[in-house]
C-alpha cells in the first residue's frame, strides 16, 4: 500500500460520511472503547453529507458520488505511543461500501469483513453498508495490534454481511487483478482512476452502475470499463457518442488502433456498454470484448 504521510493517510481512509446518524444500527455501537491497550481518547466527531467537508476538502467529493450518509470518529490512545484513529462511515448500501473501498484498494486482503487491505499503519476493510478506516500516526508493533485488533471487532460488531456490485460479475475472471477493481457512479469516479477514457462522452452519472478492471495478457496490461445504464437507449447513445470521440470514429467491428501501438474498442449488450484500452493487439482486444458480451447475455441487470 503506498502511503505518505499523516494527511495522505487520512485522505485514502475517506474521511468522510452520509446522511443522519446511525443506519440499522448505531455507528458508535460498531466501535470498541479499547483494543490492546488503547482507550478511547476524547470525544466522538460525525459528520454527514452536510457537515462533510468541514472535516476535509477535496476528497470528500468522491464520496459524495456514493449514497455516503454519515461517519463516525474515534481517537484512541496509549501512554508513549502514536495515537490511532477510527473511522467507519455508513454508506447506505453494501454495494457503495464496497465502492469506495475498491477505489483505492492496492494489496492483498489482509482477512477482516469482506474485503480488506493493511499496510503502513493503515487498515482499510468493507462488511454490509459500512466502510472502515483504522489508521496509526507511526506504525509501531503496539499500534499494528491495536489496529487489527479494533478491525476485528468493528467487523464482529457489523450484523450482516451484504452482496457486493452484480456488475461484478460480468467481469470475465482469467487474467482479472482482483486488486485492481474499481466500482463507481459519475464521470468523477471515473477521472480519478483513469483520466484517459472520457466518462462526459459515455454518459456517465449518478444512476450508471461501473466498474474499471485492470487485466495481465503478457507483458500488456489492459483496462476494461463496464456500464450499466437505467435504459437500453442510453447505452446506444453512450456507445455511439463514444465512437465518435475517436479519429477515425470506431468502426463496424468496434476497433481502432490508438497511440503506442494499443488497441481501443467497445460495444453495447443491452442495457449496458463495454469498453477495452490499451490492448497490445486487436485479438486480445476482440477476445475480452467477445468474453465480456457473452457472459453479460445470462444477466438479467444487463437485459
Request: with cysteine; glycine share 12%.
Amino acid at each position: 500500500m503506498r502511503l505518505g504521510t499523516w494527511a495522505v493517510r487520512a485522505l485514502a481512509c475517506g474521511l468522510v460520511g452520509c446522511a443522519p446518524m446511525g443506519g440499522p444500527v448505531s455507528l458508535r455501537s460498531l466501535v470498541p472503547t479499547e483494543a490492546a491497550g488503547f482507550g478511547a481518547s476524547g470525544p466522538d466527531h460525525t459528520y454527514d453529507r452536510e457537515t462533510i467537508f468541514e472535516y476535509i476538502d477535496g476528497a470528500g467529493e468522491v464520496y459524495l458520488q456514493y449514497d455516503f450518509r454519515d461517519v463516525l470518529v474515534r481517537d484512541f490512545a496509549r501512554d508513549g505511543r502514536p495515537g490511532v484513529t477510527v473511522q467507519v462511515f455508513d454508506m447506505g448500501r453494501p454495494d457503495e461500501a464496497f465502492g469506495i473501498f475498491s477505489l483505492e484498494r492496492e494489496d492483498d486482503d489482509a482477512g477482516i469483513g469482506q474485503g480488506s487491505e493493511y499496510g503502513g499503519g493503515l487498515l482499510r476493510f468493507w462488511k454490509g453498508r459500512y466502510f472502515a478506516c483504522v489508521s496509526a500516526e507511526r506504525e509501531t508493533p503496539e499500534t499494528r495490534d491495536a489496529i487489527l485488533a479494533l478491525g476485528k471487532a468493528i467487523a464482529g460488531a457489523i450484523p450482516e454481511a451484504g452482496a457486493p456490485p452484480a456488475i461484478l460479475e460480468g467481469l470475465p475472471r482469467e487474467g482479472l487483478v482482483a486488486s485492481r477493481v474499481r466500482f463507481f457512479h459519475g464521470a468523477f469516479g471515473l477521472a480519478s482512476r483513469y483520466p484517459a477514457a472520457d466518462g462526459k462522452l459515455l454518459e456517465l452519472s449518478r444512476d450508471t452502475d461501473a466498474v474499471l478492471a485492470t487485466y495481465r495478457r503478457g507483458e500488456s496490461s489492459p483496462r476494461l470499463l463496464l456500464i450499466r445504464y437505467p435504459e437500453a437507449s442510453r447505452a446506444a447513445a453512450a456507445l455511439e457518442a463514444f465512437s465518435r470521440g475517436f479519429v477515425p470514429p470506431l468502426g463496424a467491428d468496434a476497433a481502432v488502433a490508438t497511440g503506442g501501438g494499443k488497441w481501443t474498442g467497445a460495444r453495447r449488450a443491452g442495457k449496458a456498454v463495454v469498453a477495452v484500452f490499451e490492448t497490445a493487439t486487436r485479438e486480445d482486444l476482440m477476445d475480452l470484448l467477445t468474453r465480456t458480451t457473452g457472459r453479460l447475455e445470462g444477466m438479467p441487470w444487463a437485459r
